[in-house]
């Protein structure tokens, strides 16, 4: 090989590694999504991080952005904990989720717990379009945290029924750093948990909405 061409597989090879590692960087701030805020029939809030999700809910129902509060709650240890610093006593997360609300002035007559039992995002997006159906209502603000909004989006997209939307609207409080999510083993969790679910919703999901749908009818 002549020296030319070993300096253009050279250069090849430090702009693919350059290129690389500015995808790889842009991850932590490619997941993170956030829709503009509209009025909405119900303010919903995913399973998970617990008091936070709630208290921003609650914010804003009080901003009047949905006159109805609607809940998932899958459990998790970290968050009863936070949940015990509040001095709320350790309950199953769907009342819990319904006293942290209240405790933040939404009154019990606004919330609706949708399933104390959902497995995963799919099966809360679906919960979501189900109870939509139900009421005749199309529209929701879904409250979730920072790293899971791009998956949120991505999975009510394939998930959702005609005439149905979301806002995807992010929490504050989640320590995460989008330019170096590698540094630490919590965001690279994250990071990666985003990614393989993301994958999921794009080549699998389809495929498996269809054979819910099909299997619903008969």
Same mark, same amino acid.
């Given at each position: 090989?002549?020296?030319?061409?070993?300096? =253009? %597989?050279?250069?090849?090879?430090?702009?693919?590694?350059?290129?690389?590692?500015?995808?790889?960087?842009?991850?932590?701030? %490619?997941?993170?999504?956030?829709?503009?805020?509209?009025?909405?029939?119900?303010? /919903?809030?995913?399973?998970? &991080?617990?008091?936070? +999700?709630?208290?921003?809910?609650? +914010?804003?129902? *009080?901003?009047?952005?949905?006159?109805? /509060? %609607?809940? $998932?709650?899958?459990?998790?240890?970290?968050?009863?904990?936070?949940?015990? &610093?509040?001095?709320?006593?350790? $309950?199953? !997360?769907?009342?819990?989720? /319904?006293?942290?609300?209240?405790?933040?002035?939404?009154?019990?007559?606004?919330?609706?717990?949708?399933?104390?039992?959902?497995?995963?995002?799919?099966?809360?997006?679906?919960?979501?379009?189900?109870?939509?159906?139900?009421?005749?209502?199309?529209? !929701?603000?879904?409250?979730?945290?920072?790293? *899971?909004?791009?998956?949120?989006?991505?999975?009510?997209?394939?998930?959702? =029924?005609?005439?149905?939307?979301?806002? !995807? *609207? *992010?929490?504050?409080?989640?320590?995460?750093?989008?330019?170096?999510?590698?540094?630490?083993?919590?965001?690279?969790?994250?990071?990666?948990?985003?990614?393989?679910?993301?994958?999921?919703?794009?080549?699998?999901?389809?495929?498996?909405?269809?054979? %819910?749908? !099909?299997?619903?009818?008969?």
């Amino acid at each position: 090989m002549t020296l030319a061409p070993r300096f =253009r %597989w050279a250069g090849l090879s430090i702009a693919f590694g350059i290129g690389a590692l500015l995808i790889l960087k842009g991850l932590g701030g %490619w997941i993170i999504v956030s829709d503009p805020l509209e009025k909405a029939d119900a303010i /919903v809030v995913l399973g998970g &991080n617990l008091p936070f +999700r709630s208290a921003e809910a609650a +914010r804003l129902f *009080h901003e009047g952005w949905a006159t109805r /509060v %609607w809940i $998932t709650a899958p459990e998790s240890a970290s968050e009863l904990e936070a949940v015990k &610093n509040l001095g709320l006593a350790a $309950t199953p !997360v769907d009342q819990l989720s /319904v006293r942290v609300l209240e405790k933040y002035g939404v009154p019990g007559s606004a919330i609706r717990v949708l399933s104390p039992h959902a497995e995963d995002t799919v099966e809360e997006i679906r919960l979501i379009a189900a109870a939509l159906t139900e009421t005749g209502w199309s529209r !929701v603000i879904i409250v979730t945290s920072p790293t *899971h909004t791009r998956r949120v989006r991505a999975i009510w997209r394939i998930l959702a =029924r005609r005439g149905q939307r979301s806002f !995807v *609207h *992010h929490i504050d409080r989640e320590t995460f750093e989008p330019d170096r999510w590698w540094a630490t083993e919590r965001d690279r969790s994250r990071v990666m948990r985003e990614i393989s679910g993301l994958a999921f919703a794009w080549l699998v999901l389809p495929a498996a909405s269809i054979m %819910w749908r !099909v299997s619903s009818t008969k």
